[in-house]
């Protein structure tokens, strides 16, 4: 079993404890599974059901160059749609330092470390339930 497929297993268990909306749950773990393809950086997933009402999870993670938030950016739209999804609202594509891509029930946001280390959204959000899903820097 490779180390994604094993942080997926995991964390689904996980995931699932939080009750999200079966939609909500099922986009996430496509998300995962997707950001985890392109080797995306430090993945957490954020409960924020309770202050947001367009949102059930915020999904946060980063790359080390505009190509790489751009090839997991398409990843996630693309598996999203390949679901049977509405193909999801996508901001940020042009300057590529922090793709924001609306799915249904999971907002993903795909940055680069300067702009995660700079917004910081894991503390502006840290009253919602994270989880970490256990990638590796």
Known sequence: MAQWERIINRNKIEVANLSLPEQSQQVLDIVTHAVGEKLGKNP????????????????????????????????????????????????????????????????????????????NLEKLWADGKAIDLGVQA
């Open 44 to 119: 957490v997933a954020i409960d924020v059901r309770e202050r947001m009402p367009y949102a059930d999870v915020f999904f946060i993670t980063s790359a080390d160059s505009d190509r790489q938030i751009l090839a997991i950016a398409d990843e996630v739209i693309d598996q999203v749609h390949e679901a049977g999804f509405a193909r999801p609202r996508v901001e940020g594509r042009e300057e590529a330092s922090w793709v924001l891509i609306e799915c249904p029930g999971v907002v993903v946001h795909v940055m680069s470390e300067d702009q995660r280390a700079f917004y």
